[in-house]
C-alpha cells in the first residue's frame, strides 16, 4: 500500500513540473520559452540572422542575439537587453 502511494505521489509531481515547463514555454517573458519566429532590432529595425551566434554565455544558455549592425543586445522575444 505504501508503494503505491509513493507512486501516486511521485507521478502527480511529474505531473505539476510537466504542466509548469510547456506552460512557460509559450509565455514570452519566459527564459525557458521558444520563439521560433524572427525577431527585428528594436533600434534600427533590421531583421536579425535566422541562426544566431552567441556572443556570451547568457544568450547561449537562454537565447537572444546582438544586432549586427547597431551593436544593440536583443532577448529572444525581440526585446532590448539593458546595459548594466
Do not use: D
Request: aromatic share 12%.
Amino acid at each position: 500500500m505504501n508503494n503505491v502511494l509513493l507512486l501516486i505521489i511521485i507521478l502527480v509531481l511529474c505531473v505539476i513540473l510537466v504542466f509548469i515547463f510547456y506552460y512557460s514555454l509559450f509565455r514570452k517573458n519566459s527564459k525557458l520559452g521558444i520563439n521560433p519566429k524572427r525577431i527585428t532590432c528594436p533600434n534600427c529595425k533590421k531583421p536579425l540572422p535566422f541562426v544566431r551566434i552567441p556572443k556570451n554565455l547568457r544568450q547561449a544558455l537562454w537565447g537572444g542575439s546582438t544586432c549586427p549592425y547597431c551593436g544593440t543586445e536583443v532577448y529572444k522575444w525581440g526585446r532590448e537587453i539593458p546595459k548594466t
